[in-house]
């Protein structure tokens, strides 16, 4: 695993995960050496995530347990992201103690951008635009909350994407796009260009219209995207049954991330 690119995807993920809620009235970021919180302002584990920034098992357990402690007493879900390289074994009984239960393992991934880019897979009917109008974070909104079929989690995706429409933001940083295919939007993805690194995310397809190519297609336009800005490396976090699609296009497997969720509460609140 080489440290330095996993540290590329951890902090990637970081700059998107605090960049809403730094300018939305409602959030609220705390952010030092040790770790990172955001705090959505809604009951999302989605939005609401932990993030170690450090190595140091002491320091962690100290500040660990205060974070989740935070979220707790609001009664709100969040979710832990650890990286391989932030991680240490003796933080499990600790996980273990504070409620937490591990929720889903991604695949962090990085390429080049100086290497050939993909073949285009063009797919007729099919066609991808930016997200810009109030109507469009709606729709975007709508396509990712298929996801959480009916929990609660997905009314407060779209409850986010709400707020996320109606903000001014201060630059092109966070990049949506939806794509439609005979006028029905089947599709979503995103970018966030970072200080060191653009990150492919929300790679997402409605439901009965998976299996087509959509979120290929999908994932070849972002990355063309980022191969005209001057960007130099692009990151993301695949499952591990998605990794073929990132594998042909010149990604490589650099580290593993877990996420743990305070999955007690989801129970209560769900």
Known sequence: MSKSQSFLIRDNFIEKATY????????????????????????????????PKTNNPDRLHSVLARKVSY??????????WVWEDTYAESL???????????????????AALDERPPANRAIEDFTIHR????????????????????????????RYYEIVGSLQR??????????RY??????????????????????ATREGMR????????FQHLLNRIRESPARTAVLQASPDGIDIYKRAGFQEVCTVQVFENRHLLTILG
């Open 20 to 51: 809403i809620a730094r300018i939305a009235p409602a959030m609220y970021v705390d952010e030092y050496d040790d770790i990172a919180l955001v705090d959505c302002g809604l009951p999302a584990d989605t939005f609401n995530v932990l993030i």
């Open 71 to 80: 979220f707790n007493q609001k009664n709100y879900p969040m979710s832990l």
């Open 92 to 110: 499990y009984p600790l996980i273990r103690n504070m409620g937490l239960t591990g929720d889903e393992v991604n695949l962090g991934m990085v």
């Open 131 to 158: 997200v810009r109008q109030p109507e469009d974070y709606h729709l975007f909104a709508d396509v990712l909350a298929t996801l959480f079929g009916s929990s609660p989690e997905a009314q407060q995706v779209r």
């Open 170 to 179: 201060p630059d092109d940083s966070l990049q949506l796009y939806l794509g």
């Open 182 to 203: 005979g006028g029905q939007v089947v599709s979503t993805g995103a970018i966030f260009y970072g200080a060191e690194s653009a990150g492919i995310y929300d790679i």
């Open 211 to 218: 299996g087509r190519g959509f979120g290929s297609a999908m």
